[in-house]
């Protein structure tokens, strides 16, 4: 079957089940799904329900379709993403983009836990990504399936909205948060990277590192929807001091993150 007849049937079958079409979309990363806890539950589809939609085995994954609201504002929440790693392609880890496009999303939000490489950056901090490096040695425009599902040459001169970005900038003052702006790497993983790896990563220009997010922003761009990221700094990389992986560590400085985030988005809905 082919790619577009794929999605057709997906959205044929959400919109039956009563989600609205709506301009507004957020992809929850992993551990970060606290946000759903503010929102009116209109609508909640399963991932698994859906014909076609990829299916995550990822712990902290919440694998479902959500619509909504926040105060007034109606969302479309895409709560659990697929990663490289778990053996998808990128026209599986981008579906959820195409499903959204179909369903009139035109500004999108995503939001990723993600390693600092600056080490300005402290653990627990936001960091708006202003620019990537994509280094999966991949691109989900040159696989088959997205043949014929809009231009292949895309533009990535401005991947991230600037007016998105300002308008965050702004919230982060009016509520004293603390926000960095930076450029995401995106690796394959699982793994985290070497002491050597993170000296290479600097160097090239990256402030953060992660396992996600950059196929989502450039099929996304493709489409032509207004992109926003925003990640939370769980762990440091010092390539000088590196410490063996905390868990534990990890999800707490990803909880106090998320506590903060979550404050800045709500403040965001009101003004998009």
Do not use: W
């Not at 992809?27 to 759903?36: D, E, Q, R, S, Y």
């Not at 579906?95 to 390693?115: D, H, R």
């Not at 960095?180 to 995106?186: F, I, N």
């Amino acid at each position: 079957m082919k790619s577009k007849d794929k999605i057709k049937e997906s959205v044929e079958y959400i919109l039956q089940n009563k989600i609205k079409k709506c301009d507004l979309g957020i992809i929850i990363g992993t551990g970060l799904g606290g946000l759903v806890n503010y929102v009116n539950i209109i609508v909640e589809i399963p991932y698994s329900s859906i014909p076609y939609f990829p299916i995550s085995k990822m712990e902290m994954q919440n694998s479902r379709i959500i619509f909504g609201k926040i105060n007034s504002r109606e969302i479309l929440i895409f709560d659990g993403r697929f990663h490289k790693y778990e053996d998808f392609n990128y026209f599986q880890i981008t579906y959820p983009i195409y499903i959204m496009s179909q369903l009139g999303v035109n500004k999108l939000v995503v939001t990723n836990a993600a390693g600092g490489i600056d080490l300005k950056l402290k653990k627990g901090q936001l960091m708006i990504i202003k620019d990537h490096i994509n280094l999966q040695c991949g691109s989900p425009l040159a696989e088959k399936e997205n043949f014929g599902m809009g231009e292949r040459f895309v533009d990535m001169r401005e991947p991230y909205s600037k007016d998105l970005i300002e308008k965050i900038v702004n919230i982060s003052i009016q509520t004293k948060i603390e926000i960095g702006l930076g450029v995401y790497a995106c690796v394959v993983g699982p793994q985290l990277e070497t002491s050597s790896e993170y000296k290479y990563l600097r160097i090239i220009g990256a402030d953060a590192v992660g396992m996600s997010t950059v196929p989502e922003i450039i099929v996304a761009n493709q489409l032509g929807i207004e992109c926003l990221a925003i990640s939370v700094i769980t762990d440091l990389c010092d390539p000088d001091n590196l410490e063996p992986i905390n868990i534990k560590e990890i999800i707490e400085m990803g909880k106090k993150g998320e506590k903060q985030l979550i404050k800045i988005l709500i403040e965001l809905l009101k003004t998009i």
